[in-house]
């Protein structure tokens, strides 16, 4: 998780550059057709060029018909844009140093983007069009990870692996409200909006740190797997679900009531995961095989692999169109149905 990167100073208004390319187009499949029978059979729908490998991925859902996905591409600097349904390039956001995570609100129609050696988090504007976009960066702590947003208050909570600690960000002023010690690299940060619980993945302590997502707070810490670095949060079920990368497992954790099941072997070096809690689905990608592992989250038993043509490290899912965006270590991404 530590990386050595050019340090910047912390920037300010318009402190990246924002350019539109054309578009890479598909490449020989149809378009994003939405849904499939079974959401533990996915299927491939669309292959799209992504110039290069994606880190991470999130659905912007009322983009467009058919929404947009915004790629983190750290090696590159930047994060891409796509149309879901044709691939095409809506917009390329240039980052100082760039940013592996990703985070979207889509009521204030903001792109959130943690730009590790600025120390900054970059916010993109884009209600007025991709076209007109406009950029703010907000100082936070030293190498910021990942983000999650609150949909709720519309607060911004920022790992800031160097500091130990997750920066409250207010999302109207855009100022860092509070700063909260969370435990040894902050990774993974995921939020459930229905009990305002923030859940933190602290990769050296093996354990997942619980926050209050209304005053900051840290009540209680759960232990789980080795080195979690990845989690996402499941509503329906009360639960987050954290990948333990060097344990080869994946732990659900009950933020509500401090407790986590015992670890689920997921195959070797489980890195990115999302979940549609309503069909009850976890999807668990590999850091270093070309594999996905479809889980029931009622029973947390894999359902089914799925063999890809990537390592996939970029997971992005719409549960309202049942569409799976994967990305990784290959110059593209690629649409499945489930």
Known sequence: MRRSGRHLAAAGVLAASLALLPSPGPAARAPVAIGASDPFSPRLVARFAAGTRSDDAAVIEDAGP???????????????????????????????????????????????????????????????????????????????????????????????????????????????????????????????????????????????????????RVPRSVRVGREPTHLTADPTAGRAYVTNTTGDTLSAVDGARGTAAPPVAVGTQPYNVVADGPRGLIVVASANSPFLRLLNARTLRVRRVVTLDIVPRALGIDPERRLLIVGGNEPRVETYAY
Do not use: K
Request: glycine fraction near 8%; proline fraction near 6%; avoid cysteine.
């Open 66 to 216: 058919a929404g947009a996905v915004v790629l983190a591409q750290a090696n590159l600097r930047r994060a891409l844009v796509l149309d879901i349904a044709s691939g095409r390039t809506l917009a390329v956001i240039s980052l100082p140093t760039g940013a592996r995570h990703v985070a979207v609100d889509p009521t204030l129609r903001r792109i959130y983007l943690p730009d590790e050696h600025s120390n900054t988090l970059q916010v993109v504007f884009y209600a007025r069009g991709w076209n007109l976009l406009v950029m703010r960066a907000v100082p936070v702590g030293r190498i910021p990870h990942a983000a999650a947003v609150d949909p709720r208050t519309h607060r911004v909570y920022v790992t800031d692996e160097n500091d130990n600690a997750v920066s409250v960000v207010d999302g109207s002023t855009l100022r860092v409200t509070q700063t909260a010690p969370v435990g040894r690299l902050p990774g993974g940060i995921a939020l459930d909006p229905r009990v305002g619980i923030v859940y933190v993945a602290v990769v050296l302590e093996d354990r997942v740190a619980i926050l209050d997502a209304a005053t900051g």
